[in-house]
């Protein structure tokens, strides 16, 4: 199984960003997926999660209006959509895969990508 972020950069504050994860070794549909997200010294921060078929959404407090999650299940990759970034959402964002559903909680994920680094100045 794999899990592949890709799409970070370093950005000025206000620009945008589409993370993707691209996923392989199984049968994605069958996953919620989540994002969630660590800075330096922080622990990890739930981000968003898309249920299997995406009729079920939920984000963080922090991103609520400015991200945006989504999924396309033919070509097993997800992604996140975020606009208006802040130097504070400047961490390192990781795919995850949770196979009994959607979850805000890391620890339900069975699956998690490498990681992608995403730098907001300000």
Avoid: H
């Avoid at 199984?26 to 009729?55: D, N």
């Avoid at 033919?74 to 970034?85: I, R, V």
């Amino acid at each position: 199984v794999q899990l592949q972020a890709s799409g970070g950069g370093w950005v000025q504050a206000g620009s945008s960003l589409r993370l993707s994860c691209a996923a392989s070794g199984l049968t994605f549909s069958t996953y919620g997926m989540g994002w969630f997200r660590q800075a330096p010294g922080k622990e990890r921060e739930f981000v968003a999660t898309i249920s299997r078929a995406g009729g079920s959404i939920s984000y963080g407090d922090s991103v609520q209006g400015r991200f945006t999650i989504s999924r396309d299940n033919a070509k097993s990759t997800g992604y996140l959509q975020m606009n208006s970034l802040k130097p504070e959402d400047t961490a390192i964002y990781y795919c995850a895969l949770d196979p009994a559903g959607w979850s805000v909680v890391s620890d339900d994920y069975q699956y998690y990508g490498q990681g992608t680094q995403v730098t907001v100045s300000s």
